[in-house]
């Protein structure tokens, strides 16, 4: 009876009674039960019309539920009425509101109408237009555009109204915070239900004091946006809204496939998002299979990545324009502002093939390639076309940001003024003297010179009757910005990302301000830092951050960061303080906040726990380049590993204080998730301390002392509390990418030292290897893991510089082991380095070489080795160990007398021979 109460009252939440009549039916019953119990009702995603559970327990297991009585009459009917005119983004807002209306009110019905119904009670809600002229609370109505107003006339009727659609978006989510929601770009947190509806008590008025709030999810790394599907898309966007941010921003690099455009009939040629197996960008190292990595139970397939992504390469630019398409569409119908910044600069934007099938006379010279003048007729036309494209795949931007690197690039501090086409010269000089200062700003001549896409850029969109699209320049650090000041429009705004995390200081108000004066300026702050700071905690939420917004005379601001949780009180604090009712909320306030919806508690322990976790918490690791910590001595500052361990260890001690029978159900779950992330932190900062004394041991030549502290190293443990603790809660796309990020970029590094210490053996497998000519800082290792869970380098054509990869068939394979399914062919002599798999030279030593093949030869003397090094080269004796078997077997010890460069030359003799592994074994 219980769980059949139960049914009835999460049946009522999910559809109003609406469908009642079929509710006798067993099959429906059982339909119902699986779709509207299984997940927990402690977090709910709304999306659209419809209500989303994503935690990983039945709330069947709880004994303690209280179920209210469940009477509908039609006293309790409320109508959310809106105009017969309403837009998708009214409409939407009003669908949202009635969805969590059902699960605040149990015992009311809510339906959105366009039709008044007078027996019920109304809830009008609309932009200005929709209410009689001369209403009174047309008067009452904030001036800033995204400002509302709720107002109750009588116990029966209520109205919410604003100037436009993203204001009744904020008026919804402001209301819903206010009856016990609370929403944070992780999750929701849904309140306690109420037993009567009161409408003086949603009596509420507010406006942001910033007016542009943007949310920016940079593409590069499959942690982030990268590695997303559309559903994490639409999460995003809908959790950024909830918090009142009112724009998107997102970042194509030239070789970003979501963006191409065609012109002379020739096509831009475009990269690949980022997989675990396929995509270079920024030191991604692949995995054949992220399954076998530690912690690979929560892969459900051996690729990890976007499904835009995992399609066949010619198909890879329309699937992810086709994605990022829906997500404009999702993220305009929320009243969501779309800024796409572009790259101009890098070679991968200005592509070679197109740009020499233009004119002589529109192009511009350069040492590296040539690059287009827009002020030419040929060369406008080049430009006017990428526009048109970008607008036509995505005509829901509402802003387009040039964007360029802050150090060298084809454009960025490439072209000098003595290269500038002669019609640029005249106003180039005349700049300069009136701007004496800029003669030597670096930024300068290439600011002046990029400033003429930008014009191209505004004349482009005049001409194709798009100028409702906003332009805007960007780039990294502040010091951009003078040059930028002279020589961008005065209506294109200027957005600095806060590379050095200055945004606070002195200097930065002295900058920031005066720009200010001649241009809008919209600094983007980091919620975490993809060079050094990329795991952990967030940085810590400034502090009377509207202040400071106001002190540096900003437009607005903005946030990049990858992944989502656990930034989730960053967002929080910043988006709350750029808003009338909490501007400048104090950090302790959010927290506060927080501990109460999420936890469901204000237990001191919990403060103090949450505070000294956001203030003092590690953040630790990059996500660019091929390893997740800086081998040897980091440009950044830390603090001692040793203090980070105690910090630790008195956050344990805080959460065991901790009374969690008084905790609510996620908040246990809460409880969890920190305590197992503080036993992640622990496990990695001891390992890390460890690898970093190893490490400094064997650039000493201390071999002996190195292996004792190798011998008791864990990473493999490390990881896997991690994905212990990010299966808690529902783990999202960010976390399981972590999971391969440190399964390829740090575990790799312990193999790496254990090897250069004479501890394991050095495992090679011939394997087919991916790799991206437009990558950017190219990641370059692939990692095959056996059964055994050995760790073996993939080596491919690219690598062995000979061959042909491929893989046996299955009955080919069908007696061969795991690590031999596949294979290089090669007839002619070749070179391998011995080298460790992180390219080190062999320590001083003897070694067993051991190379397997397959050959298309009766005998067994076809393969021949010969050691090499700067003065010699020494034909090796070889043993055959299995010559009666398939796969053939040839071994050699070899010994080396001093620590430099040796290789192996391999001669196949007169077959073909397939190379399946190499394994280099410490004797």
């Known amino acids: 009876m219980k769980i059949k109460l139960l049914f009835v009252l999460l049946f009522v939440l999910k559809t109003g009674l609406s469908d009642a009549g079929n509710f006798g039916s067993f099959s429906f019953f059982n339909q119902q039960l699986k779709r509207v119990v299984e997940p927990s009702v402690f977090d709910i995603k709304i999306g659209g019309n419809s209500v989303y559970f994503k935690s990983v327990e039945s709330t ?41 209306l059902k699960v605040i009110y149990p015992t009311y019905k809510f339906s959105v109408t366009t039709v008044l119904n007078k027996g019920n009670r109304i809830i009008r809600m609309g932009l200005p237009g929709y209410f009689a002229a001369g209403e009174p609370i047309l008067k009452e109505i904030p001036i800033q555009n995204e400002g509302f107003i709720i107002r109750s006339y009588s116990k029966n009727s209520v109205v919410i109204v604003s100037q436009s659609p993203k204001g009744l978006f904020n008026a919804v989510y402001s209301l819903l915070e206010k009856l016990g929601y609370d929403f944070y770009l992780s999750y929701d947190v849904k309140p306690v239900p109420k037993n009567e509806l009161l409408f003086n008590e949603w009596e509420i008025s507010d406006y942001p004091l910033q007016s542009e709030r943007l949310i920016f999810n940079w593409h590069n790394f499959l942690s982030g946006c990268t590695g997303w599907n559309y559903e994490d898309w639409c999460s995003w966007i809908d959790q950024s809204a909830k918090m009142k941010f009112n724009t998107i921003m997102v970042h194509a690099y030239g070789n970003n496939p979501m963006f191409s455009f065609e012109y002379n009939g020739l096509k831009k040629d475009v990269g690949y998002l980022t997989t675990s197996i396929s995509g270079r960008d920024w030191g991604a190292q692949h995995i054949k299979d992220v399954r076998t990595l530690p912690g690979g139970e929560i892969f459900s397939g051996p690729i990890f990545g976007s499904s835009a992504a995992m399609v066949p390469n010619q198909q890879r630019s329309a699937a992810a324009t086709n994605l990022m398409a829906k997500v404009f569409e999702h993220a305009s119908e929320m009243s969501m502002k779309i800024n796409f910044a572009i790259d101009v600069d890098t070679w991968s934007a200005n592509p070679r093939n197109i740009i020499e099938s233009l004119p002589a006379e529109c192009r511009i010279k350069l040492k590296e390639q040539d690059i287009v003048n827009p002020e030419t007729p040929d060369g406008y036309k080049y430009y006017k076309e990428q526009v048109k494209s970008l607008l036509t795949s995505y005509p829901q931007i509402s802003t387009i940001t040039v964007w360029v690197r802050h150090e060298s690039s084809l454009w960025r501090l490439n072209i000098k003024p003595e290269q500038f086409p002669a019609s640029w010269l005249n106003e180039w000089n005349l700049l300069i003297a009136k701007n004496p200062g800029l003669e030597n700003d670096k930024y300068a001549a290439s600011t002046y010179a990029i400033s ?99 002190e540096r005379n900003a437009a607005g601001f903005g946030i990049i960061h990858w992944t989502t949780r656990p930034m989730d009180l960053y967002f929080k604090s910043l988006a709350e303080q750029v808003w009338s009712r909490s501007e400048n909320k104090s950090i302790d306030s959010t927290i506060s906040d927080y501990n109460r919806s999420v936890f469901g508690s204000k237990q001191q322990a919990l403060q103090e726990y949450m505070s000294e976790w956001l203030n003092n918490g590690p953040m630790f690791g990059r996500e660019t380049g091929g390893h997740f910590f800086d081998l040897g001595t980091s440009g950044e500052k830390f603090e001692p590993d040793e203090v980070t361990l105690k910090r630790i260890n008195k ?58 502290i190798l011998q008791t190293v864990t990473p493999e443990k490390t990881i896997e509390l991690y994905t212990k603790a990010s299966t808690i809660l529902p783990i999202t796309s960010g976390e399981k990418a972590l999971v391969i990020s440190l399964g390829t970029r740090w575990l790799p590094d312990f193999i790496n030292l254990k090897q250069r210490a004479r501890m394991m053996d050095i495992c090679y497998k011939f394997e087919a290897t991916q790799h991206d000519a437009l990558a950017q800082w190219p990641g370059t290792s692939t990692y095959f893991i056996d059964d055994k869970k050995t760790i073996w380098s993939c080596l491919g054509e690219k690598e062995v510089k000979a061959g042909v990869a491929g893989y046996f068939s299955k009955e080919e394979a069908f007696l061969l082991p795991a690590n031999s399914l596949s294979y290089l062919k090669i007839a002619d002599s070749f070179t391998l380095p011995l080298v460790t798999i992180g390219k080190n030279l062999l320590a001083p030593g003897k070694y067993r070489l051991s190379i397997q093949y397959v050959s298309s030869s009766e005998y067994s003397g076809d393969c021949k080795l010969s050691l090499i090094n700067k003065n010699n080269n020494t034909p090796l004796q070889t043993v055959l160990v299995n010559p009666g078997q398939k796969l053939k077997t040839i071994s050699s010890v070899i010994e080396l007398k001093d620590v430099e460069k040796y290789s192996i030359q391999i001669e196949p003799g007169n077959s073909e021979i397939k190379f399946t592994n190499l394994i280099i074994s410490p004797i």
């Open 452 to 550: 003429k896409i930008v014009i191209a850029y505004k004349k482009a969109l005049k001409d194709i009757k798009r100028d409702d699209v906003n332009l805007a320049f960007g780039s990294w650090k502040w010091d951009f910005l003078t040059a930028a000041s002279v020589f961008m429009p005065k209506n294109c705004t200027l957005i600095p990302l806060d590379f050095n995390i200055v945004f606070d200081s002195e200097n930065s108000e002295k900058i920031l301000s005066k720009i200010g004066n001649s241009h809008k300026v919209i600094p983007v702050v980091w919620a975490h830092h993809d060079d050094h700071r990329y795991v952990g905690r967030p940085y810590t939420p400034y502090t009377d951050f509207n202040k400071l917004l106001k």
């Open 60 to 100: 069947l297991k709880s004994e303690t539920i209280a179920v209210p009585a469940v009477q509908i009459t039609d006293k309790n009917k409320v109508d959310i009425l809106i105009s017969p005119k309403a837009g998708i983004q009214e409409a939407k807002a009003a669908d949202q509101l009635c969805e969590c």
């Open 651 to 708: 956050r344990i001690n805080i959460l065991a204080g901790i009374d969690k029978s008084s905790l609510s159900e996620m908040g246990k779950k809460m409880a969890d998730f920190y305590l197992w992330t503080e036993q992640f932190y622990m496990s990695l900062f001891q390992n890390k301390e460890k690898f970093s004394n190893a490490y400094d041991l064997l650039a000493r030549n201390s071999i002996d002392s190195a292996k004792l």
